[in-house]
Structures are given as structure tokens and as C-alpha cells.
């Protein structure tokens, strides 16, 4: 079974100076080294086929995390109506719990100060592949405007980031839609459940929002009311654009007038607050008795 985590770019891109190798030279040696590692793989899925059973049910049980229901979906404005679907994150435990599947993304050239990546997903055991060719300059935009990209770091987690969405297309074409329908419900009923009081998880999502720059203001236009009036639907769908935010599906002026925050005195008695996971942390002010 050939399993690949999302993070894993093909990139073999670095310049060899004392064997003369050439980037594109390298990303030809790592495809080939790729083609006997997919042809091996193969051999094995057809040996030891997936347990359709046994795989459905290990993704029921991974969306009963509370940890991976929260990251389930993004959301994106479309056509005066929002569109929410499964996340990256989701596709990946997809992908990872039915077993017999390669995906990932492959730099097939880099010249001219691009990269020609394909993201895809292929199941092993039927055979059944999608594919997606795109092109990634190597500029990121910047506040003082497009700034060119020469570390290997920098192009490598630019190729990564544009490449995600393309991937999840590819992974989310391969599953079963009804397994893809199954776990977003087995996601929402694990948020719905055993949850703390809704006041604490708004506070918390409040938090979250302004350690990237989002105010409550900002929140209260986007819904149409105040925070205090939020129900589950509200914080769901702000849970899934806070998500989209995060994972490069998009940026806060799709959703947002964007204001400055006025500047917070920190005091002494601050704690920290986690969303999400460990990685994303915020500052917020203890109550004053």
C-alpha cells in the first residue's frame, strides 16, 4: 500500500555543483525513481486489495475526532451564494483510510522562473486516475509588490500551497462521492456533540480571527448581526472560512472590509487561547473581576 502525505512535493530542484547535475536533470531521475515505486505499489494493491468495509468504517472513526471535524470544510463566496466543501485535510484522511492510493504532486520542469507541477491521485487497485497539469510562477505578492522567489524553501512551500487545491480536486474524483458525503455528515454530527458552551467556542473563533488581522466588526458585516446572536450554522460557516483562509484557499478580502485593528495593550495577566491546533495561538485578555 502506497500511501503519500499531501506535504510530500517530488521536488529533487537543488543544483549539484560538483556533479554538474541540473535541476530538470534531477526532477528526470526522481520521475523514473517514481515510476518503479508506483509499478511496485501496484503489484501489492492488486495482491492485497482494500476492505471496502473496514475502510469506511476507519474514516467514520476519524471524522469522530473533534480535532479533524473542525478542519473538515472551506468555504468560498460563489455566484452571490457560499460554497462549502471538503477541505484538503478531509481529503487526505480520505484518501490515506481507503487504502491503495498514491497521490501528491510532481514537479515535472522548472525554467524560465517557473515550475510545471501536476497534482494527482491515482487508486492502485482499479486503475482510476485524475490528473491536473498547472503553472506556478515563482513570485509571491507582498505589500511593496510581486517579489521574484530564488530559495529553494520559498519556491518549494509556493509549488505546495498553489498546488493543495489542485490535489484535493484530483483525490475528491477518485473517492466515491457518497463516502465524500458520508464523512462531511459524520463531521457536522461530531461538532454538534459534546461541544462546550457556544459563548466559549464564539469567544474562541473571535481570537482566532484576529490573530489574522479580522475584527469582530469585520465578523459582525460578513454575517448580518451581532456575535452575540451566533447560532451553529454562523460559527460553522466562520470555523470553514477561517479554515480556507488558513490553508491558501483564499485571503480575508474575499470575505472582508478590511480595517486596521487598533493596537491592544498587553497585559501581564494574558493567557493563551488555541484554535484548531497548537500551531495557532492568540492572545486574549482575562476578565477583570
Given at each position: 500500500?502506497?500511501?503519500?502525505?499531501?506535504?510530500?512535493?517530488?521536488?529533487?530542484?537543488?543544483s549539484?555543483?560538483?556533479?554538474?547535475s541540473?535541476?530538470?536533470?534531477?526532477?528526470?531521475t526522481?520521475?523514473s525513481?517514481?515510476a518503479?515505486?508506483v509499478?511496485?505499489?501496484m503489484?501489492v494493491?492488486k495482491r492485497?486489495p482494500?476492505?471496502?468495509n473496514?475502510?469506511?468504517?476507519?474514516?467514520?472513526?476519524?471524522?469522530?475526532?473533534k480535532t479533524?471535524?473542525e478542519?473538515a470544510t472551506?468555504?468560498?463566496?460563489?455566484?452571490?451564494?457560499m460554497?462549502?466543501?471538503?477541505?484538503?485535510r478531509l481529503?487526505e484522511?480520505?484518501?490515506?483510510n481507503?487504502?491503495?492510493?498514491d497521490?501528491?504532486?510532481?514537479?515535472l520542469?522548472?525554467?524560465?522562473?517557473?515550475?510545471?507541477?501536476?497534482a494527482y491521485?491515482?487508486d492502485?487497485?482499479?486503475?482510476?486516475k485524475?490528473t491536473?497539469?498547472?503553472?506556478?510562477?515563482?513570485?509571491?505578492d507582498?505589500?511593496?509588490?510581486p517579489?521574484?522567489?530564488?530559495?529553494e524553501r520559498?519556491i518549494?512551500e509556493?509549488?505546495a500551497?498553489?498546488?493543495?487545491r489542485?490535489m484535493?480536486a484530483c483525490i475528491?474524483?477518485v473517492?466515491?462521492a457518497?463516502?465524500?458525503?458520508?464523512?462531511l455528515?459524520?463531521?457536522?454530527?461530531t461538532?454538534s456533540k459534546?461541544?462546550?458552551?457556544?459563548?466559549d467556542?464564539?469567544?474562541k473563533?473571535?481570537?482566532?480571527?484576529?490573530?489574522?488581522?479580522?475584527s469582530?466588526?469585520?465578523?459582525?458585516?460578513?454575517?448580518?448581526?451581532k456575535l452575540?446572536a451566533i447560532?451553529e450554522?454562523?460559527?460553522?460557516?466562520?470555523?470553514?472560512?477561517f479554515?480556507?483562509?488558513?490553508d491558501?484557499?483564499?485571503?480575508?478580502?474575499t470575505?472582508f472590509t478590511i480595517?486596521?485593528?487598533p493596537?491592544?495593550?498587553?497585559d501581564?495577566d494574558?493567557?493563551?487561547v488555541?484554535?484548531?491546533?497548537?500551531?495557532t495561538k492568540?492572545k486574549?485578555?482575562?476578565?477583570k473581576s
Amino acid at each position: 500500500m502506497n500511501k503519500q502525505n499531501s506535504n510530500e512535493l517530488l521536488n529533487m530542484n537543488v543544483s549539484n555543483s560538483a556533479t554538474g547535475s541540473t535541476p530538470n536533470a534531477m526532477i528526470s531521475t526522481e520521475q523514473s525513481r517514481k515510476a518503479a515505486e508506483v509499478q511496485a505499489a501496484m503489484a501489492v494493491a492488486k495482491r492485497f486489495p482494500r476492505d471496502q468495509n473496514i475502510a469506511f468504517r476507519n474514516i467514520m472513526e476519524s471524522c469522530k475526532r473533534k480535532t479533524l471535524a473542525e478542519k473538515a470544510t472551506y468555504a468560498y463566496p460563489r455566484g452571490g451564494g457560499m460554497v462549502i466543501g471538503p477541505s484538503i485535510r478531509l481529503a487526505e484522511v480520505l484518501a490515506q483510510n481507503w487504502g491503495n492510493m498514491d497521490f501528491g504532486l510532481l514537479e515535472l520542469d522548472r525554467s524560465g522562473g517557473e515550475s510545471s507541477v501536476m497534482a494527482y491521485c491515482w487508486d492502485m487497485e482499479t486503475n482510476v486516475k485524475r490528473t491536473t497539469v498547472f503553472q506556478v510562477r515563482h513570485i509571491r505578492d507582498t505589500k511593496q509588490g510581486p517579489k521574484k522567489l530564488t530559495d529553494e524553501r520559498d519556491i518549494y512551500e509556493l509549488v505546495a500551497n498553489m498546488g493543495a487545491r489542485r490535489m484535493r480536486a484530483c483525490i475528491l474524483n477518485v473517492i466515491p462521492a457518497d463516502i465524500v458525503e458520508e464523512a462531511l455528515r459524520q463531521c457536522t454530527l461530531t461538532l454538534s456533540k459534546g461541544l462546550e458552551p457556544i459563548a466559549d467556542r464564539c469567544r474562541k473563533m473571535v481570537n482566532a480571527f484576529t490573530s489574522i488581522s479580522v475584527s469582530i466588526q469585520m465578523l459582525e458585516e460578513y454575517l448580518g448581526y451581532k456575535l452575540d446572536a451566533i447560532d451553529e450554522d454562523g460559527l460553522n460557516q466562520l470555523r470553514s472560512i477561517f479554515t480556507s483562509i488558513k490553508d491558501g484557499e483564499s485571503n480575508r478580502e474575499t470575505y472582508f472590509t478590511i480595517r486596521s485593528l487598533p493596537e491592544k495593550k498587553r497585559d501581564e495577566d494574558d493567557d493563551n487561547v488555541v484554535f484548531d491546533d497548537e500551531k495557532t495561538k492568540t492572545k486574549t485578555r482575562k476578565a477583570k473581576s
